[in-house]
Nanobody
Framework: QLQFVESGGGLVQPGGSLRLSCAAS????????IGWFRQAPGKEREGVSC????????YYVESVKGRFTISRDNAKDTVDLEVNSLKSEDTAVYFC?????????????????WGQGTQVTVSS
């Protein structure tokens, strides 16, 4: 069973950047669709981005397009999420998750394996 380790979160000023990384034991991430999700206090978990297994096609929620970039590092078997031009509304716990479904999805119910999350706080 996959067990994730997420890293890279922290406190950053508005307009700043972070690089979140997702690594796993118990399996190879390249065999899965990998999604990044976030959850702010009092809000529903939101799908942010997904990268599809095989062809690495990428998908983003509208609010992060042009600011966030998801990518795989196959040598390290990690999936990174580069987050740029951060806004206060990006503050949340960010989770990576893995899915064996055929299609990449931003719906959390389509994912079988979840990490513990890494906190991103955008504040001046």
């Amino acid at each position: 069973q996959l067990q994730f380790v997420e890293s890279g979160g922290g406190l950053v000023q508005p307009g700043g950047s972070l690089r979140l990384s997702c690594a796993a034991s118990g399996g190879a991430l390249r065999a899965y669709n990998i999604g990044w999700f976030r959850q702010a206090p009092g809000k529903e978990r939101e799908g942010v981005s997904c990268i599809r297994r095989g062809d690495d096609a990428t998908y983003y929620v509208e609010s992060v397009k042009g600011r966030f970039t998801i990518s795989r590092d196959n040598a390290k078997d990690t999936v990174d999420l580069e987050v740029n031009s951060l806004k206060s509304e990006d503050t949340a716990v960010y989770f990576c998750a893995a899915s064996t479904r055929r299609l990449c999805s931003l719906r959390h119910e389509n994912y079988e394996y979840w990490g513990q999350g890494t906190q991103v706080t955008v504040s001046s």
